[in-house]
């Protein structure tokens, strides 16, 4: 443990940010599971709002640097992709 008091604050800061940070993730996660799940239904509309949903919230990650851009950039382009190809049908 930290003897130091900035470092006591630290570790206090350091886990309260990670918790955040870890929700932030996990709530990724379940909007790229959804929008996945609209995509594979196959309907254009609901596939769409679901992929436009996930771009915001993948850029708001980055933003506040919870994840690095071209990961981001990465994950809107497969999930485009892939909404792409449905609404091509």
Known sequence: MANLKSSKKDVR?????RGIN???RTGLKTSVKKARQAITEGDA???TQAVREVQKQLDKAV???IIH???AARRKSRIA???AK????
């Open 13 to 17: 800061r350091n886990t309260r940010l």
């Open 22 to 24: 870890l929700s932030v």
């Open 45 to 47: 509309a609901k596939a």
């Open 63 to 65: 933003k506040r640097g």
């Open 69 to 71: 851009k071209r990961q």
């Open 81 to 83: 992709s892939q909404a």
């Open 86 to 89: 449905v609404a091509k049908k």
